[in-house]
Protein backbone atom coordinates (compact mmCIF):
# COMPACT_ATOMS: atom_id res chain seq x y z
CA UNK A 1 0.00 0.00 0.00
CA UNK A 2 2.92 2.19 1.02
CA UNK A 3 4.06 1.65 -2.59
CA UNK A 4 0.85 2.22 -3.98
CA UNK A 5 0.58 5.55 -2.39
CA UNK A 6 4.10 6.59 -3.47
CA UNK A 7 3.12 6.31 -6.46
CA UNK A 8 0.11 7.89 -7.08
CA UNK A 9 1.20 10.69 -8.71
CA UNK A 10 2.21 8.34 -11.82
CA UNK A 11 -1.24 6.89 -12.44
CA UNK A 12 -1.99 8.60 -15.86
CA UNK A 13 -5.88 6.99 -15.80
CA UNK A 14 -5.20 5.06 -18.90
CA UNK A 15 -6.15 1.82 -17.67
CA UNK A 16 -8.58 1.31 -14.60
CA UNK A 17 -7.15 1.67 -11.22
CA UNK A 18 -7.65 -2.07 -10.44
CA UNK A 19 -5.34 -2.71 -13.32
CA UNK A 20 -2.61 -0.61 -12.35
CA UNK A 21 -3.01 -1.81 -8.61
CA UNK A 22 -2.40 -5.39 -9.71
CA UNK A 23 0.53 -4.83 -11.87
CA UNK A 24 2.48 -2.81 -8.91
CA UNK A 25 1.54 -5.94 -7.08
CA UNK A 26 2.71 -8.03 -9.78
CA UNK A 27 6.15 -6.09 -10.17
CA UNK A 28 6.70 -6.02 -6.64
CA UNK A 29 6.05 -10.04 -6.45
CA UNK A 30 8.67 -11.02 -9.26
CA UNK A 31 11.30 -8.99 -7.62
CA UNK A 32 10.85 -10.73 -3.93
CA UNK A 33 10.55 -14.12 -6.27
CA UNK A 34 13.96 -13.14 -7.92
CA UNK A 35 15.24 -12.29 -4.47
CA UNK A 36 13.92 -14.96 -2.68
CA UNK A 37 13.79 -18.17 -4.62
CA UNK A 38 12.00 -21.23 -2.98
CA UNK A 39 12.58 -24.61 -3.52
CA UNK A 40 9.44 -26.37 -5.73
CA UNK A 41 6.66 -27.48 -4.04
CA UNK A 42 5.26 -30.52 -4.53
CA UNK A 43 1.49 -31.78 -5.49
CA UNK A 44 1.06 -32.81 -1.48
CA UNK A 45 -2.00 -31.00 0.31
CA UNK A 46 -1.19 -28.97 3.08
CA UNK A 47 -0.81 -30.15 6.66
CA UNK A 48 -4.29 -31.52 7.63
CA UNK A 49 -6.17 -29.22 9.85
CA UNK A 50 -8.73 -30.68 12.82
CA UNK A 51 -11.62 -32.19 10.86
CA UNK A 52 -15.01 -30.75 11.80
CA UNK A 53 -17.41 -33.98 12.11
CA UNK A 54 -20.32 -31.96 10.11
CA UNK A 55 -17.89 -31.84 7.37
CA UNK A 56 -19.00 -33.45 4.06
CA UNK A 57 -17.64 -35.74 1.95
CA UNK A 58 -18.35 -32.80 -1.01
CA UNK A 59 -16.29 -30.41 0.63
CA UNK A 60 -13.32 -32.54 1.78
CA UNK A 61 -13.14 -32.81 -2.43
CA UNK A 62 -13.35 -29.55 -3.45
CA UNK A 63 -10.63 -28.61 -0.78
CA UNK A 64 -8.31 -31.80 -2.17
CA UNK A 65 -8.80 -30.30 -5.65
CA UNK A 66 -8.30 -27.33 -4.70
CA UNK A 67 -4.97 -27.74 -3.14
CA UNK A 68 -4.41 -30.05 -6.37
CA UNK A 69 -4.60 -27.48 -8.53
CA UNK A 70 -2.67 -24.79 -6.16
CA UNK A 71 0.00 -27.56 -6.42
CA UNK A 72 -0.49 -27.87 -10.33
CA UNK A 73 0.30 -23.86 -10.20
CA UNK A 74 3.00 -23.68 -7.98
CA UNK A 75 5.03 -26.22 -10.64
CA UNK A 76 4.43 -23.29 -13.56
CA UNK A 77 7.74 -20.37 -14.08
CA UNK A 78 6.29 -16.90 -12.01
CA UNK A 79 4.87 -15.28 -15.79
CA UNK A 80 2.99 -18.15 -16.56
CA UNK A 81 1.06 -18.74 -13.15
CA UNK A 82 0.75 -14.42 -12.97
CA UNK A 83 -1.57 -14.96 -16.49
CA UNK A 84 -3.52 -18.00 -15.33
CA UNK A 85 -3.94 -16.84 -12.07
CA UNK A 86 -5.20 -13.06 -13.47
CA UNK A 87 -7.62 -14.88 -15.70
CA UNK A 88 -9.20 -17.53 -13.87
CA UNK A 89 -9.08 -16.31 -10.22
CA UNK A 90 -9.28 -12.50 -10.72
CA UNK A 91 -11.38 -12.72 -14.02
CA UNK A 92 -8.95 -10.60 -16.15
CA UNK A 93 -9.10 -10.41 -19.81
CA UNK A 94 -5.97 -10.56 -21.64
CA UNK A 95 -5.84 -6.90 -22.49
CA UNK A 96 -5.92 -6.16 -18.92
CA UNK A 97 -3.45 -8.69 -17.97
CA UNK A 98 -1.04 -7.45 -20.50
CA UNK A 99 -1.50 -3.81 -18.86
CA UNK A 100 -0.96 -5.18 -15.52
CA UNK A 101 2.41 -7.44 -16.48
CA UNK A 102 3.66 -4.96 -19.24
CA UNK A 103 3.70 -7.08 -21.92
CA UNK A 104 2.04 -7.20 -25.55
CA UNK A 105 -1.43 -9.39 -25.49
CA UNK A 106 0.20 -11.89 -27.44
CA UNK A 107 3.04 -12.82 -25.06
CA UNK A 108 0.11 -13.31 -22.55
CA UNK A 109 -1.74 -15.65 -24.90
CA UNK A 110 1.28 -17.68 -25.74
CA UNK A 111 2.05 -17.94 -21.46
CA UNK A 112 -1.44 -19.24 -21.28
CA UNK A 113 -0.98 -21.37 -23.77
CA UNK A 114 2.30 -22.93 -22.41
CA UNK A 115 0.71 -22.88 -18.89
CA UNK A 116 -1.66 -25.16 -20.15
CA UNK A 117 0.62 -27.42 -22.23
CA UNK A 118 2.33 -27.89 -18.56
CA UNK A 119 -0.80 -28.12 -16.89
CA UNK A 120 -2.68 -30.41 -18.61
CA UNK A 121 0.03 -34.17 -17.67
CA UNK A 122 -0.63 -33.05 -14.38
CA UNK A 123 -4.58 -32.77 -14.55
CA UNK A 124 -4.59 -35.71 -16.54
CA UNK A 125 -2.70 -37.37 -13.46
CA UNK A 126 -5.30 -36.17 -11.18
CA UNK A 127 -8.13 -37.34 -12.95
CA UNK A 128 -9.14 -33.79 -13.96
CA UNK A 129 -10.91 -34.08 -17.73
CA UNK A 130 -9.66 -31.37 -19.14
CA UNK A 131 -12.15 -28.68 -20.53
CA UNK A 132 -11.79 -27.32 -24.73
Do not use: C
Amino acid sequence: MVVIWKSSTKFNFTSRLSTWIFGIAHNMALKAFRKYPREPAGLSPAPEEAVDEAVTDASVLRDELRAAVAGALQTLPPEQRAVVELTFYHGHSYQEIAEIVGSPVNTIKTRMFYARQRLAPIFVKLGIAPTS
